[in-house]
Each structure stands twice: as C-alpha cells, then as structure tokens.
C-alpha cells in the first residue's frame, strides 16, 4: 500500500511540474514564478525591474548573447545604467550582434551622463582612445576625474598611471582601441 502511494505522489508530482503554461482571456495559468523563462516572459510582456534586468549577467555569461541583448537593451531604454554599460560590452565585443564601437561608445556615453561612475569610466577611457568617438584627451580625463570622486578605484588607479590607458586594460588589443577618428 505504501508503495503504491509513494508511487502515486512522485507520479502526480511529475505530472505537476510538467504542466504548462497557458495564457487566454481569462488571464494566465500556472505561469512560471522564477527561472531564466519567467524572466523571458517579463521582457517579452515589457516588464522591468531590477531583478530581471540583473538577471541578463547570468543570461549572458550562460553564453545566450541574443536574448540578453534584448533584455539589457530593454532595461537600458528604462534608464538602468549598469544595462547601458552591459550593452556596451556586448556590442564592443560583437556578442549578440556585429562588433560596434560607435554603439558601445554611445551606451558608454548615456550611463554617464545619468551619474553612473562606471559609465564615467568608461566614456571617458573612450575619449582618451578615440574608440567609438572622437578623441579628446581633456573630456576624457575629465570624465575620469569624476569616476575617480565617485569612489571608482580603477578610476584612480587610471589618474595614477597618468592616464596610460595600458595600465587598466594590459591585455586590450591595440587594434581595437586605436583612435577611429
């Protein structure tokens, strides 16, 4: 008896978790409460917030460039910085999509002029290259400056090297970051 009632429970158990999900007019049955799937469903139903917009680091080191693409785009168009910086990398590293340093730039550029200090950073360690957007030393510096008030140590590690790019990112390819302009 016992074993047909264990039996019973791991059957209905599966069967449970096998159910799926199914939307209609009267609303949504059984919806998916966590996972990489019910954050798909919040970009999908144009839902952000900050646990499904951080999520995309994990979509995104899993290696599903695409669907983290459009999540982090989705959260960076809703004003999140750290998804403007995060599309940056994607398209500064061709993950997704083309490589694009104007794109990147242009991301890089946005979170900083919402305060982010790791855009800060990073828009101005573009000016100082040129990578994406026209060189300028002095804005890049700048922008550097303020990353570095911020609190972001690498910000003052790149004041301390004199503003050697090199001695941030020692393992950049000269090719990649070479002035465009």
């Not at 019910?38 to 994990?58: F, H, K, L, P, W």
């Not at 785009?73 to 398209?91: F, H, V």
Request: charged share 20%.
């Amino acid at each position: 008896m016992r074993l047909i009632l264990i039996s019973t429970l791991c059957v209905a158990t599966s069967v449970a978790a096998d159910d799926i999900t199914v939307t209609d007019e009267d609303g949504t049955l059984n919806p998916q409460d966590t996972g990489f799937g019910r954050i798909m469903s919040n970009v999908e139903d144009g839902q952000t917030d900050m646990v499904t917009c951080a999520t995309g680091y994990y979509i995104t080191k899993s290696g599903r460039h695409a669907p983290a693409r459009k999540l982090f785009k989705q959260c960076a168009e809703a004003g999140y910085t750290a998804a403007m910086t995060w599309m940056s990398q994607l398209d500064n590293n061709g993950l997704g999509a083309d490589y694009d340093p104007d794109a990147a730039a242009s991301w890089d550029h946005r979170a900083a002029q919402a305060g982010d200090p790791i855009g800060k950073f990073n828009h101005g360690l573009n000016l100082l290259r040129g990578h994406g957007i026209a060189q300028d030393e002095a804005a890049g510096r700048a922008l550097i400056d303020e990353a570095a008030q911020d609190g972001l140590r690498i910000a003052k590690s790149l004041q301390q090297s004199d503003y050697d790019p090199n001695s941030v990112t020692p393992d950049a390819d000269e090719w990649k970051y070479a002035p465009l302009f």
